[in-house]
Structures are given as structure tokens and as C-alpha cells.
């Protein structure tokens, strides 16, 4: 122990990072020094739960700990993704309900405001369910009534604290964005002063017809804006970007960031986001001076995209860009040439990149939510989706089509999966270049054995 307690503050500090909740509380009755590190860890966040038991343990928390353990909190999780009702503001806000789900949602959200009482706050997360409404369905556990509601408060309660967060995160945020002009305002002034913002967005998904999941205006509307509403007012101070979503984006649902440039962005993390057009991967380029870290979790080059002729206007590319295709009546056509090991040399121009993950997050899916807050552990590696193509707002790894009769499919077969080895190859280079150790293990060699199978020839 002696030895232990010997060492430098500061390695003491990297060492107890790493240990479990439940070891900290133990440490804290081993010795005082290490008590007093491990209790600032402990304590370091705190997640509070729509749940009566969470929100009076909040509660207790704030009124009888002692203050070293307060002034610990830098971080808050407000989870409310287990929670389910159909509740809007005016409901939740009624006081003559005695209804206990009712009753149990309006004492959560109204702890909000006692976030003030954490000193040191800088880093606030709030989560909803991953299930979302579709065209005003009432049948999900978060309607939209609910989720305006909450962030209401949220809002009301974040811009009222004696310093404004520096980190905001939403998770499982519904494709669609506060009107209220009020609300805009505070989260404008919230996205003023962030270093670091997260986006995990949920969008509606029909299990029986999922090719209707790109059918809604407002997964459109919600793209098409999210660099003005959310994005613009935090141009100037933040350091750090990840927008994951449900639904693979940025060509259809389109999300065009070339007129959004950070000056300080070190660390860009992108999930499901797909490529189609060389100014994509200009705009990451673009932030060359100071970017840091890159993860790219589950996103795909698109090496052809055939789009009704009436959605040219909501997709990436320039409407006069595509041709036409015998196969495909009706639908506009084009093709991309660059491929991954493209993508992965122009890369290693960037001279301050010192991390850099491409390939498959297992947590996908996990919770049935986007990954969340963990970048670093994305399997590095080709995976069976990193290329894709788009048809009758579809996305699938290979591009088919119905010829003679129209009971037959053909595929289009100009597919990159041959270039799987040397796309490989350039991701190694690319990783050996800045200094960052890859080793491939079983998770790893699997994925990139799946890739490998699709590459072979049809039979």
C-alpha cells in the first residue's frame, strides 16, 4: 500500500479512472489519500432516473452529502428512457392529477432546476427512448407532446445555471425540432457556449414496412436544418462533434456541411453517415489545422444511387447530375468512382490526426439505440457495409433492378467489393502513418472475414 500511495497524484488519478463504481466505493475506507481520489471519481457523474427511488436518491444527495462529494459533479445524466407515457406540458403541469406514472414524471422533471445546486456542473446528457412517433402516432413511449415537454424544462433549467454547460449530449433526439420560439432561443444560447456537442437522433421506423422509413418530410426538414439550428451558433467555440443517427444520412436524408466550418474542432465522430461525393470528404479535410481524432462508425461509401426522379431535390447530389439507367424507369442514376483506400490516403492529410477508427460499434442496436460515448471502442476494420447503394429510397449493398418480364431482378454489377484487400491495406497505412497500434484481433479478423465473403463472385 505503502508503495502505491507513493506515486504521483497525477498517476493515481489514471490508475483509479479505471476502476469499477463499486471498487471505488471500497477504496474509499482504504487509506484517506486514496479516498479522497476515488470519492472525486465516484461522484465525478451522476445519472438520475424518471423513477421515484432515482429522484429521491437525487434528492438525498443533494440536501445531506457532504460538500467535497457535491463539488465532484461535473457531469449529469438525466435518463428518462425507461420511462412511458402519454404526456404533454399542460398534462404533466396538472396538480389536481394523482395518477402515480403522472405524478412520478412531473417529480423527475421537476428536479431539473436543482442542477444549479452542482457547482462544478459543465457536461449535462438527456435521454429519451429510442422508439419515436410516426406521423403523430400516440402509440410509443415518448410522443412528441412528452419530448416537448421535457425539453421545455430542460432548456428552462440549463440557461438558468450560474454558468452555462460546456457539454451537451441528446440522446435518441426525435428528427424533429423544437418551433417554439422561446425554446429556439435558449437552445441557441446553450449552443453558444458548448465545446462539445452530441447528437444520437432517432428516427421513426415501421417494422412491418421498413422502405417507408425514408418516406417522411421530417427526417428531411430535420437534416436540411441541422446545420443551421443546430450547428451554426456553436461554430465558434466547439472542440468537439458526433452525430450519430438511426438512419443512414447525409446523402438521402440529405446533410450538407459545406457551408459549416469549426475553427477549434479536434474530435469529429460520425455514425451511419454516408459518402457519395468527393466535397464530403473535402469538408472533414477542411478542419486539417486542428483536427485530432476522427471516427467513422458504420459508414458507407455509395457507389451507386438510383433515386426516384421525383426525390433528386432532397438527395446529396446536384439534381442535373444524374443520368438515366434501362433498368430503372422512372429513376434518375449515378455512379461514384472513389472507394475507401481513396479515402484513406487523402486522410493522412491530416498532420495533427492522432486517432482514427473506421469500421463496426457492436452497440449498435444495443438498447435499441445508437452507440453512445464509445467511439474508441469501434472494431477497426472493413465491414460488410462499407459500401452501399441507394434505390427507391432503399439502401442495400447492391444495386438490382427488374428486367424482361419484371418478375426477374438483375443487379448492376460494376460493384467495389473487389478493391475489400486494398482498402484494407490503406486503412494500415493510414493507422501506421499517424502512430496509432492496431491489432487484429477475433472480433476484428470476423469482421473483416464477413467483407471478405461478400467480395466473392455470385454463383
Same mark, same amino acid.
Given at each position: 500500500m505503502q508503495s502505491l500511495i507513493s506515486l504521483p497524484t497525477e498517476i493515481l488519478h489514471q490508475i483509479i479512472r479505471s476502476v469499477e463504481p463499486g471498487s471505488l466505493k471500497t477504496l474509499r475506507q482504504v487509506c484517506r489519500s486514496l479516498g479522497e481520489i476515488g470519492k472525486e471519481h465516484l461522484f465525478e457523474s451522476v445519472t438520475v432516473y424518471a423513477t421515484e427511488e432515482s429522484c429521491d436518491g437525487f434528492v438525498d444527495f443533494l440536501e445531506n452529502e457532504d460538500g467535497d462529494c457535491i463539488q465532484s459533479v461535473t457531469k449529469v445524466y438525466l435518463d428518462?428512457?425507461?420511462?412511458?407515457?402519454?404526456?404533454?406540458?399542460d398534462t404533466y403541469n396538472d396538480e389536481t392529477s394523482n395518477e402515480p406514472m403522472e405524478k412520478?414524471?412531473?417529480?423527475?422533471?421537476?428536479?431539473?432546476?436543482?442542477l444549479k445546486e452542482l457547482p462544478r456542473l459543465r457536461s449535462v446528457v438527456l435521454r429519451f427512448h429510442p422508439d419515436c412517433s410516426e406521423d403523430g402516432d400516440s402509440d410509443v413511449p415518448h410522443t412528441l407532446g412528452l419530448r416537448s415537454a421535457v425539453m421545455k424544462e430542460f432548456l428552462s433549467a440549463i440557461t438558468a445555471l450560474p454558468q452555462l454547460p460546456r457539454e451537451l449530449a441528446i440522446r435518441d433526439l426525435q428528427n424533429v425540432n423544437e418551433s417554439n420560439s422561446d425554446e429556439v432561443e435558449r437552445i441557441e444560447k446553450v449552443l453558444q457556449n458548448l465545446c462539445s456537442l452530441r447528437l444520437n437522433i432517432a428516427n421513426p421506423h415501421n417494422q412491418g414496412n421498413p422502405e417507408c422509413d425514408l418516406y417522411h418530410?421530417?427526417?428531411?426538414?430535420?437534416?436540411?436544418?441541422?446545420p443551421s439550428f443546430w450547428l451554426k451558433p456553436a461554430l465558434q467555440n466547439l472542440e468537439h462533434l458526433t452525430i450519430y443517427s438511426s438512419h443512414?444520412? /447525409?446523402?438521402?436524408?440529405?446533410?450538407?456541411?459545406? /457551408?459549416?466550418?469549426f475553427p477549434?474542432?479536434?474530435?469529429?465522430?460520425?455514425?451511419?453517415?454516408?459518402?457519395?461525393?468527393?466535397?464530403?470528404?473535402?469538408?472533414?479535410?477542411?478542419?486539417?489545422?486542428?483536427?485530432?481524432?476522427?471516427?467513422?462508425?458504420?459508414c458507407a461509401i455509395l457507389w451507386a444511387v438510383a433515386p426516384f426522379d421525383?426525390?433528386?431535390?432532397?438527395?446529396?447530389?446536384?439534381?442535373?447530375?444524374?443520368?438515366t439507367h434501362s433498368g430503372l424507369v422512372g429513376h434518375g442514376y449515378a455512379t461514384y468512382d472513389k472507394r475507401w483506400h481513396h479515402y484513406f490516403k487523402t486522410l493522412q492529410e491530416l498532420s495533427h490526426l492522432r486517432h482514427f477508427r473506421y469500421g463496426h460499434s457492436e452497440y449498435w442496436s444495443a438498447d435499441e439505440s445508437t452507440p453512445f460515448e464509445c467511439e474508441t471502442d469501434i472494431i477497426i476494420g472493413m465491414h460488410e457495409e462499407s459500401y452501399l447503394t441507394f434505390t427507391s429510397e432503399c439502401y442495400s449493398p447492391e444495386l438490382t433492378y427488374y428486367y424482361g418480364t419484371g418478375r426477374s431482378m438483375k443487379w448492376v454489377d460494376e460493384g467495389p467489393?473487389?478493391?475489400?484487400?486494398?482498402?484494407?491495406?490503406?486503412?494500415?497505412?493510414?493507422?501506421?502513418?499517424?502512430?496509432?497500434?492496431?491489432?487484429?484481433d477475433e472480433a476484428t479478423e470476423d469482421q473483416i472475414d464477413r467483407v471478405r465473403y461478400l467480395g466473392q463472385p455470385r454463383t
Open positions: 428518462l428512457s425507461e420511462f412511458e407515457g402519454l404526456y404533454s406540458y412520478e414524471f412531473r417529480k423527475f422533471v421537476r428536479l431539473f432546476p436543482r418530410d421530417e427526417i428531411h426538414t430535420f437534416f436540411s436544418a441541422l443512414y444520412f /447525409g446523402y438521402y436524408p440529405k446533410l450538407d456541411l459545406r /457551408g459549416v466550418h477549434r474542432l479536434r474530435t469529429l465522430a460520425l455514425g451511419n453517415y454516408t459518402f457519395v461525393h468527393d466535397s464530403q470528404l473535402d469538408w472533414i479535410l477542411s478542419h486539417r489545422d486542428t483536427l485530432t481524432e476522427l471516427y467513422l462508425d458504420d421525383k426525390d433528386k431535390e432532397r438527395t446529396y447530389l446536384d439534381p442535373d447530375s444524374y443520368t467489393l473487389p478493391w475489400i484487400e486494398e482498402d484494407q491495406t490503406s486503412l494500415e497505412e493510414l493507422l501506421m502513418k499517424i502512430g496509432q497500434k492496431y491489432v487484429i
